[in-house]
């Protein structure tokens, strides 16, 4: 406890926002504040590894989907979750950056990693983010 009597806030409990050039080091930069955030959280390395995998496909495949050559990413940690929100889009550039994440043999990647995957108005209500959202045990 606190001073004032309050509960700090928790390791499992943090979030960041991140405008990253969609380039070839998006995906180390977005990988590195997962694992971060990962590792405080005491997550366990399968489902790290699985993240990563995660930050990989999303990176490799949003850059031909984003509006002005940068990545807006939320990323936060609570409650055993893993929530990846990838914002300034339209619905239709989201729904295709889901779709060419189809590997062949493999599958979608994105459908595949996550636990959760939706597109959602964004809170301007003018533009779209996609959810990615991962479980953690």
């Known amino acids: ?4 009597g309050e509960a700090p806030e ?6 960041a926002e991140l405008r990253i050039s969609a380039g070839p080091l998006s995906a180390p930069v977005l990988c ?11 997550c366990p390395l399968d489902r790290l590894d699985d993240a990563m995998l995660l930050c990989d496909a999303l990176c490799a495949h949003a850059p031909a989907h ?24 339209t619905a239709i550039s989201a729904e295709c950056l889901v779709q060419d994440a189809v590997l062949p043999e493999i599958g979608n990647v994105l459908e ?10 964004s809170p301007d209500g003018e533009s779209a ?3 990615l959202a991962m479980n953690l045990p």
């Open 10 to 15: 928790t390791a499992a409990e943090n979030s």
């Open 112 to 121: 595949h990693m996550s636990d959760e995957l939706r597109v959602d108005p």
């Open 66 to 89: 984003v509006r002005d050559e940068h990545l807006a990413l939320k990323v936060s940690v609570r409650e055993g979750r893993l929530e990846l929100r990838v914002g300034e889009m």
């Open 32 to 42: 590195r504040v997962v694992s971060m955030m990962l590792a405080r959280a005491d």
């Open 1 to 4: 406890m606190t001073d004032g």
């Open 129 to 131: 983010e996609l959810l």
